[in-house]
């Protein structure tokens, strides 16, 4: 823990004239009591008046977590622990000071996301670096980003009315989360070699399916080995590629991400520049740590999306759009200065990347998702079979149908229909014309579909 964060240039920990004209400190995206079924609390709120800062602390511990502040408003990253955590919420105005309680506790779901390290047959473990100075702690950074994308997951769910569902990390006995470190069967540059493509994802997906069998499981692969080859330029050994139970990317800006949450806001925050010259500028030519930190967490959350069945989208805020570069702005107010803007942007909410509501209805019904252990009622993946004819397409499921939608080019959903009652239609028809205004004379390449026991399927329209 730490009991303060470094003032940046821009951005962290604004000291200025505060508008806000509530009383006290105010949570604005948590209830006192609520319950999440993740370890990692994102608070939002407004501070009480005459308010410039903010700090969180949880009962026992001697320190206190300080909350990013901007005009009035602050978030925060709270570790939780499993049980009631009982907060003090801590503004520098002594009489303001205000106790909140949330509560914890782990899912039983038995389906999970694994997050691997995977090095060459030699076992070296090391990743990329602009500098001598950085720190070789793979784990710290995966657990950090597996918790930070876990968190914006249950918040952009909760925020598109699904509640704060979200996946599961793989935890050990006493609730760590694991990384496992998977050595290849390989020499490195048999996976250069293989080059950004899906014979590199195949290959990789073959070793983890080897050395973890299970059906329950979405991996998150990071490939330590990824290098920048000084004299071409060119990525070794980096990809990022998602679908079925493989979301692999390389490791290139791993050196960026935080080590630990304590750090991410200050990570996402940070305008210091690296030497491109050694490592991937992945960060869409922001060309500094905060740029690289997001892009590149947020794609990863991206490939993992894939292998939860969702397509790309023409949503520029989604996650499976290029609104995964910003990732960040879920916790915190503002884009720092990049190589390209020497201006901070203060975004409005509305600007915060979020899973599109198409996606986020059809996660809600993912077994990934469901936070408890469920006993599923049959394998059997639902149907959907077209009329031509009639121009309808009729769905069936034993365990009802909840979710369809339209794929419109390059397998982008972004027309849907959701059904959330408590007995969702077994048999269900639909007509083409119904969609007509919402096409807006796209093409209709097919539809995807979700059962009430979680299976997903497709239908592809016929060519004319």
């Known amino acids: 823990m730490v009991t303060s964060v470094s003032p940046m240039k821009f951005c962290v920990l604004f000291l200025i004239a505060i508008t806000a004209s509530a009383s006290a400190v105010t949570v604005t995206n948590l209830k006192n009591g609520d319950t999440i079924r993740y370890e990692l609390a994102l608070i939002k709120g407004t501070l009480s008046d005459g308010a410039t800062e903010l700090n969180i602390q949880r009962e026992g511990d001697k320190e206190s977590i300080p909350a990013l502040v901007h005009e009035g408003k602050f978030k925060a990253l709270i570790p939780l622990k499993p049980g009631n955590n009982p907060l003090r919420l801590l503004p520098n105005v002594s009489d303001k000071i205000k106790t909140f309680q949330l509560n914890y506790e782990p899912q039983t779901n038995a389906h999970f996301v694994r997050l691997i390290w995977f090095t060459d047959k030699s076992g070296e473990e090391t990743f990329a670096t602009p500098d001598d100075k950085t720190i070789q702690d793979y784990e710290g950074r995966l657990r950090t980003a597996g918790l930070l994308m876990q968190t914006f997951t249950a918040e952009k769910m909760n925020e598109s009315g699904h509640g704060r569902r979200t996946f599961k990390l793989e935890r050990d006995e006493k609730g760590a989360i ?68 493989l979301g692999l990317f390389g490791s290139a800006s791993i050196f960026s991400w935080p080590r630990s949450v304590e750090e991410a806001q200050a990570a996402f925050l940070s305008e210091k520049a690296f030497d491109a010259s050694k490592v991937h500028d992945d960060s869409i030519s922001r060309s500094n740590y905060w740029g690289l930190a997001s892009t590149t967490m947020g794609a990863t959350l991206h490939e993992l999306s894939h292998t939860l069945g969702l397509f790309h989208t023409g949503d520029p805020r989604a996650i499976m759009s290029r609104g995964f570069d910003n990732f960040n702005r879920a916790f915190t107010f503002c884009d720092p200065p990049t190589k390209r803007s020497k201006k901070a942007y203060y975004f409005p909410p509305e600007k915060e990347a979020y899973f599109s509501p198409a996606y986020a209805a059809s996660l809600k019904w993912n077994r990934w998702f469901t936070l408890e252990k469920t006993a599923y009622l049959g394998s059997t993946p639902p149907k959907a079979t077209y009329y031509h004819d009639r121009e309808t397409i009729e769905f069936k499921s034993g365990q009802g149908i909840r979710w369809i939608g339209l794929i419109t080019g390059k397998d982008k959903v972004e027309i849907f229909r959701q059904y959330d009652g408590p007995t969702p239609p077994k048999s269900l028809t639909i007509k083409l014309s119904e969609f007509e205004a919402e096409l807006k004379g796209r093409k209709i390449d097919g539809i995807d579909f979700r059962s009430g026991n979680g299976i997903q399927a497709r239908l592809n329209m016929p060519k004319k």
């Not at 590199?200 to 069998?213: G, I, Q, T």
């Not at 991996?219 to 004299?231: E, H």
Request: no cysteine.
């Open 178 to 245: 694991i990384i496992h470190k998977l050595k290849g069967e390989r020499s490195k540059d048999y996976y250069y070699n293989l080059g950004d493509s899906g014979h590199y994802w195949n290959k990789v997906r073959s070793e983890v399916n080897r050395a973890f069998p299970d059906k329950v499981s979405k991996n998150v692969v990071l490939a330590a080995f990824t290098r920048k080859d000084s004299k071409t330029g060119k990525m070794k050994g980096h990809t990022a590629l998602g679908g079925a139970n």
